[in-house]
């Protein structure tokens, strides 16, 4: 079992930055992927940043030069710096992580936009 708490969402103004963080814990040898989704209110949940492959990181395209993820496999955690914030970007950021091909969620955290 794989637990995922997420933390840093809040209110902050358009233009603004916030770092979102997610730590894993729980009887696991190797996370083999995590990544961030949101869901805005009303609209289906969507990718924000994800692993791809070799190595590279995908973005939404909303979120590209803007945000960016990063990975500690050390520490089984993995953030996401949010920059030049928009109101679009108000939604609930949830951790996903793949262990042994099992996919956990996050409880999620909430993000708004706003002035």
């Known amino acids: 079992q794989v637990q995922l708490v997420e933390s840093g969402g809040g209110l902050v103004q358009p233009g603004g930055s916030l770092r979102l963080f997610c730590a894993a814990s729980?009887?696991?040898?190797?996370?083999?992927?995590m990544g961030w989704y949101r869901q805005a209110p009303g609209k289906q949940r969507e990718l924000v940043a994800a692993?791809?492959?070799?190595?590279?990181?995908n973005y939404a395209d909303s979120v590209k030069g803007r945000f960016t993820m990063i990975r500690d496999n050390a520490r089984n955690t993995v953030s996401l710096q949010m920059n030049s914030l928009k109101p679009e970007d108000t939604a609930v950021y949830y951790c996903?992580?793949?262990?042994?091909?099992?996919?956990?969620w996050g409880k999620g955290t909430l993000v708004t936009v706003s002035s």
């Open positions: 692993p791809g492959s070799g190595g590279s990181i």
């Open positions: 729980g009887s696991f040898f190797r996370i083999n992927a």
């Open positions: 996903n992580a793949q262990v042994y091909g099992e996919e956990y």
